[in-house]
């Protein structure tokens, strides 16, 4: 199994620009996260999926959409980017009620100037 | 709301020395607790959790982590560190909402100097 794929792993977009990160797993996992890594910030959630069709907001979504139209995939979009947004981005996935923690991508290292 | 704070951002070490990487958490609920770790350039792996029943959870790679009701602690040790472990880690709480998410700390850099 491949587990969480994510791509671009490196992208740099000028102000204003709009982007699609991609996250996949094959794991038939139910429930999708995305989070932002920043220096000394720790991780923060942008939005989660608990299922295919449903999506909501975690604690930093201001700038971001997602949409889950498969269970497989769980894209972030960025409509116009900002230097605020230059980070680095996790997806995550998770099969509930078995312990084992989330799977994560290998992430995606984003700069906007 | 919950909260995990990471008591230290970098902790510099000696090979073969022993590690405690402090982790306090604010919660007014049940919780569930882990540690990630994230070697350069990777995205986290799930290093050990503690969930319910004996308060010391072990990993496979010699880190165990002791969950503290009284003082909301979930501190990680390792009684002799390797280059190896030159890593961030991570403490994370989970959320009530029972959605399987999760507040992270700050996060910790572990430096091993040999």
């Known amino acids: 199994n491949a587990g969480v794929t994510q791509t671009p792993k490196f992208r740099i977009l000028k102000i204003g620009q709009s982007m699609t990160l991609q996250c996949t797993q094959d794991?038939?996992?139910?429930?999708m996260y995305w989070y932002r890594q920043d220096p000394g910030m720790g991780l923060k959630l942008i939005y989660y999926?608990?299922?295919?069709?449903?999506?909501d907001k975690g604690e930093v979504p201001n700038g971001y959409n997602v949409s889950r139209s498969t269970t497989e995939d769980f894209p972030l979009r960025l409509e116009l980017a900002a230097p605020s947004q230059t980070s680095v981005y996790f997806c995550?996935?998770?099969?509930?009620?078995?312990?084992?923690?989330?799977?994560f991508g290998s992430g995606t290292r984003l700069t906007v100037v | 709301a919950q909260s995990v704070t990471q008591l230290d951002s970098q902790v510099p070490v000696f090979e073969e020395a022993p590690v405690e990487l402090r982790c306090n958490y604010s919660?007014?609920?049940?919780?569930?607790l882990f540690w990630y770790v994230q070697y350069p350039n990777q995205g986290l792996q799930l290093l050990l959790k503690?969930?319910?029943?004996?308060?010391l959870v072990e990993s496979i790679n010699g880190f165990e982590a002791e969950f503290n009701k009284s003082q909301t602690s979930f501190h990680l040790r390792k009684p002799s560190v390797h280059i190896s472990d030159t890593a961030e880690y991570f403490c994370a709480v989970s959320d009530p909402s029972n959605t399987g998410k999760l507040i992270f700390g700050q996060g910790t850099t572990l430096q091993v100097k040999p």
């Open positions: 794991m038939n996992h139910n429930y």
């Open positions: 503690y969930l319910s029943g004996s308060t």
């Open positions: 995550a996935s998770l099969r509930v009620r078995t312990g084992h923690g989330y799977t």
């Open positions: 919660s007014s609920v049940s919780v569930y």
């Open positions: 999926s608990v299922g295919a069709g449903i999506t």
